[in-house]
């Protein structure tokens, strides 16, 4: 079936070299005019693969995902696809727009791209081994089903979009957009953790105190609720309400979930990065690059791809098979020896307009927006 095998090519980016001669895309009747192909749609990423940029990730996911974790990925896809509410495809293409998920892209891709290093640089930077070797195992080993449960309930809260928009700098009235996450670091430091260190610090002993039995979030929601200014909230006010939602939900049964699942994880974090190469990366990352810049210069809308991500993690949360591959793939792209190759073509990725034409297309498979009328 036309229809399936795309959907499954799109949901594993392998169609870029191993589907990409079978572009099959002339319609039985002639398209209206504004009508895009599939080879329109798939344009930008047939000339990455073309250029040989996806041949890594493609060699990943062929390879070394055994059969029944390709078809768990496939079917992932497939069950998110098919657990969207009405209207939400057609809203695909613009997802990726710069008010959309384009406004976390920046933050994203300046993550990953310095993990596996550059050879071309001047000096050569080598990869941070130690901080993959951490990423790899937090991906593989830490996020469980109950992690997933907690997540779509938080993506799924009416007070979660608008703490994002918030941290990435929407209705700001500050000069430029910051992103907000660099001014919580400075109230951190100013409250006693100064520099790299004292924020792996901070971190351990955060992680320390969730995993252990019986953690209460609320001392920590109250002494983050006495450094936020009641006039103007900013970006520490939508910290605290993103934690109030994950924390403590609308009953006790949400505080409890909540519970297990973030001592499993805080655990299952000190036990694979005692040394907190993750949260060492994470500072590098915030105070280092300049996001302002990469920013989008209008506010952000963060709900329709919060939603997208609800029905995710759904899916994520409900099927271990689904998760066992998601989490499997993860775990092999960062891992030092594949994340070399690997990342640097998914930064690739990112980066490009291909994406945009993947969601469109996705859309035009759901909606088929130039199908003649009966």
């Known amino acids: 079936m036309r229809v399936g095998r795309w959907l499954a090519c799109a949901a594993i980016w392998a169609w870029a070299s191993g589907c ?3 572009y099959d895309s002339a319609p039985p009747d002639p398209p209206r005019s504004h009508c895009k192909t599939i080879d329109e749609r798939l344009a930008p990423l047939a000339k990455i693969a073309e250029a040989g940029k996806t041949q890594h990730i493609a060699h990943v996911i062929r390879t070394r995902l055994d059969p029944a974790s390709q078809k768990a990925f496939v079917q992932l896809v497939l069950s998110v696809a098919d657990a969207l509410p009405a209207g939400t495809a057609e809203k695909l293409p613009q997802l990726l727009a710069p008010e959309g998920i384009g406004a976390i892209l920046p933050f994203i891709v300046a993550l990953l791209e310095t993990l596996p290093g550059d050879p071309s640089a001047h000096p050569p930077l080598p990869p941070q081994v130690a901080e993959l070797t951490a990423f790899s195992a937090v991906a593989q080993k830490c996020l469980t089903g109950e992690l997933f449960v907690l997540g779509a309930r938080v993506f799924r809260d009416p007070r979660t979009a608008p703490a994002v928009d918030a941290l990435l700098g929407a209705g700001s009235s500050s000069a ?11 109230s951190l430091q100013q409250s006693g953790a100064q520099g790299r260190k004292g924020f792996q610090t901070l971190v351990a002993n955060l992680a320390t105190a969730l995993s252990l039995p019986g953690f209460d979030g609320r001392p920590l929601l109250v002494t983050l609720d006495h450094l936020v200014d009641a006039e103007k909230p900013g970006a520490l006010g939508a910290l605290r309400d993103l934690l109030v939602v994950a924390l403590l939900g609308n009953k006790p049964a949400d505080e409890d979930q909540a519970r297990r699942a973030l001592q499993a994880f805080a655990g299952c974090l000190l036990r694979l990065d005692p040394d907190q190469r993750i949260a060492g990366h994470l500072y590098d990352v915030l105070v280092t690059i300049d996001l302002q810049k ?8 963060s709900e329709p791809f919060l939603t997208l991500l609800a029905y995710s993690t759904d899916v994520l949360a409900t099927q271990p098979a689904a998760t066992d591959a998601w989490t499997q793939l993860l775990g092999l792209v960062l891992r030092p020896d594949v994340a070399v190759e690997a990342l640097p073509e998914l930064v690739d990725l990112l980066k ?19 199908k003649p009328k009966s």
Do not use: K
């Open 294 to 301: 990469r920013m989008p210069a209008g506010p952000v809308q």
């Open 176 to 186: 430029g957009q910051v992103l907000s996450l660099g001014n919580v670091l400075n």
């Open 20 to 22: 990409g001669a079978e």
């Open 352 to 370: 490009s307009d291909a994406l945009t034409g993947v969601f469109g297309l996705l859309g035009d498979l759901v909606t088929q927006p130039c």
